[in-house]
């Protein structure tokens, strides 16, 4: 009836001591994203408790927020390579590593600058280990089946910290101050390391080269065009002007650079199939809808409707607890009809959850009214990111996992570093949050558009699914 009980005596045995190695690894592994994705939600409730101790503007809590993700969305792809090349597992606990001693070095940051630079190797350090996580995954389940059961895990227990960051966040600045916030990281990655030790993942190593380069190329453009985006936001438009022109001089240069390159960054093959294109477009404006949410509605609650760090923190709870809650139900509606109907309507409900979320801040609603816009948002992103993740990284040919895994993530937090930048601007520029919320509706109901146009002959479910 089972497999244990067709199997040998000697090999019975060993069933039950690997299967449980196997889950204890995939719970360390999504612990390490719970860590990366609880140090940006903790980070957006502790905005006016960091602008007010280290006496900073908007424009430097952008900064202090795009710091890491600008490093961590440039450095995805070549990370992906060099898992890939050097071992996924040990790029992943070196990854691990520096995170959390880098966490205790942002904690003790004396200034803004500082802090900035600290967060910039962070954003290193995340970029090392997410990539790999994700090819581990694939390595720790090969069958398709409980691989999509495996993601739906990874995107369940990483998204409690999104729903865990802004309380957790709340109660810590409530009581100790901004500092807190980042020295949780420390006994968690500690924790990560002593999970994800051993053998229980053996991943074949590739032989791509690395294009430095073109990555420091794509890395300045990046940089450059947040730059413009926040100075815009604080109306330095010398200052704007000269950073646009600068980002797409680099960004010329990161294409020409690709163009020519053995070793491009980003992966030739997987823009050119079909779909992909569509799917990383969807990727990025999660990520810009929910940064740019998260950035801006801490310095709305917080200063217009005079709510204290713990209260804000709770405020959030219609926006984070989807993530916990509805990834497993995602999963089992992949396996049944595939990735395409959960992303469709996922982004469907987040635009609908902005426009809401525009409507209540343009006529100054009551509470109820955003707890629904946020409810619709969450529901949206936890429907969307697992579905999509399943369908990009089943696309990956053999040997590129950790490849199409930075791409993908790459993707991902350039949106949440141009979400931050544009979402933010609107603060600066005088229009408070409302317009930030129509501009967060425009992008995800654009990205649905053409996800819907290109999907709509590509679709295809596991095969599993169907047996």
């Known amino acids: 009836m089972s497999i244990i009980e067709s199997s040998p005596p000697g090999e019975r045995t060993q069933v039950a001591p690997r299967a449980r190695r196997r889950t204890v690894t995939l719970f360390g592994i999504s612990l390490a994203y719970f860590m990366v994705l609880l140090d940006t939600t903790v980070l957006s409730v502790a905005e006016p408790d960091l602008a007010a101790s280290l006496h900073t503007s908007t424009a430097g809590l952008q900064w202090a927020t795009t710091g890491y993700t600008v490093v961590f969305a440039a450095l995805l792809p070549s990370s992906g390579a060099v898992a890939d090349r050097h071992g996924v597992?040990?790029?992943?606990?070196?990854?691990?590593?520096?995170?959390?001693?880098?966490?205790?070095?942002?904690?003790?940051?004396?200034?803004?600058?500082?802090?900035?630079?600290?967060?910039?190797?962070?954003?290193?350090?995340?970029?090392?280990?997410?990539?790999?996580?994700?090819?581990?995954?694939?390595?720790?389940?090969?069958?398709?089946?409980?691989?999509?059961?495996?993601?739906?895990?990874?995107?369940?227990?990483?998204?409690a910290a999104m729903a865990a960051g802004p309380i957790a966040g709340g109660a810590l600045v409530g009581l100790a101050g901004w500092r807190a916030v980042f020295l949780v990281n420390v006994p968690i990655a500690a924790l990560v390391l002593v999970l994800t030790a051993g053998r229980a993942v053996r991943c074949p190593r590739g032989h791509r080269r690395i294009d430095w380069a073109a990555q420091a190329a794509g890395c300045v453009a990046l940089a450059l065009g947040t730059d413009a985006l926040i100075a815009a936001g604080g109306r330095s438009w010398p200052h704007a002007a000269g950073s646009g022109a600068a980002a797409v001089l680099a960004g010329a240069v990161f294409v020409l650079a690709e163009r020519r390159s053995p070793a491009p960054v980003v992966n030739r093959v997987l823009l050119r199939a079909e779909g992909v294109g569509a799917g990383l477009a969807v990727?990025?404006?999660?990520?810009?809808?929910?940064?740019?949410?998260?950035?801006?509605?801490?310095?709305?609650?917080?200063?217009?409707?005079?709510?204290?760090?713990?209260?804000?923190?709770?405020?959030?709870?219609?926006?984070?607890?989807?993530?916990?809650?509805?990834?497993?139900?995602?999963?089992?509606?992949?396996?049944?009809?595939?990735?395409?109907?959960?992303?469709?309507?996922?982004?469907?409900?987040?635009?609908?959850?902005?426009?809401?979320?525009?409507?209540?801040?343009?006529?100054?609603?009551?509470?109820?009214?955003?707890?629904?816009?946020?409810?619709?948002?969450?529901?949206?992103?936890?429907?969307?990111?697992?579905?999509?993740?399943?369908?990009?990284?089943?696309?990956?040919?053999?040997?590129?996992?950790?490849?199409?895994?930075?791409l993908l993530n790459a993707t991902r937090q350039s949106g949440a570093t141009l979400g931050v930048a544009a979402m933010g601007a609107t603060i600066s520029l005088g229009t408070g949050s409302t317009y930030a919320f129509l501009l967060a509706?425009?992008?995800?109901?654009?990205?649905?558009?053409?996800?819907?146009?290109?999907?709509?002959?590509?679709q295809a479910r596991p095969d599993d699914g169907r047996q």
């Open 89 to 159: 597992h040990r790029v992943f606990r070196a990854g691990v590593a520096v995170f959390g001693v880098g966490s205790l070095m942002c904690a003790l940051a004396p200034a803004l600058g500082i802090l900035v630079g600290l967060r910039a190797v962070l954003g290193v350090a995340a970029a090392a280990c997410v990539p790999a996580s994700m090819a581990m995954i694939t390595r720790l389940y090969p069958d398709a089946a409980e691989r999509t059961r495996a993601v739906a895990t990874w995107a369940a227990t990483s998204g």
């Open 283 to 406: 990727g990025a404006a999660v990520n810009f809808t929910l940064s740019g949410g998260l950035f801006v509605l801490p310095l709305l609650l917080q200063q217009e409707y005079r709510l204290s760090p713990i209260a804000t923190g709770l405020a959030f709870l219609p926006l984070t607890l989807p993530f916990a809650l509805n990834p497993p139900i995602t999963g089992r509606i992949v396996l049944r009809f595939g990735p395409r109907p959960p992303i469709l309507a996922g982004m469907t409900l987040m635009t609908a959850g902005c426009l809401v979320l525009f409507c209540a801040v343009r006529w100054d609603a009551g509470y109820v009214l955003p707890a629904f816009g946020l409810l619709l948002t969450g529901l949206g992103v936890s429907s969307a990111l697992p579905a999509l993740v399943t369908a990009i990284m089943g696309a990956a040919p053999d040997g590129t996992a950790g490849a199409v895994g930075g």
């Open 441 to 458: 509706a425009v992008v995800c109901a654009a990205s649905a558009a053409w996800f819907a146009r290109g999907s709509a002959t590509t």
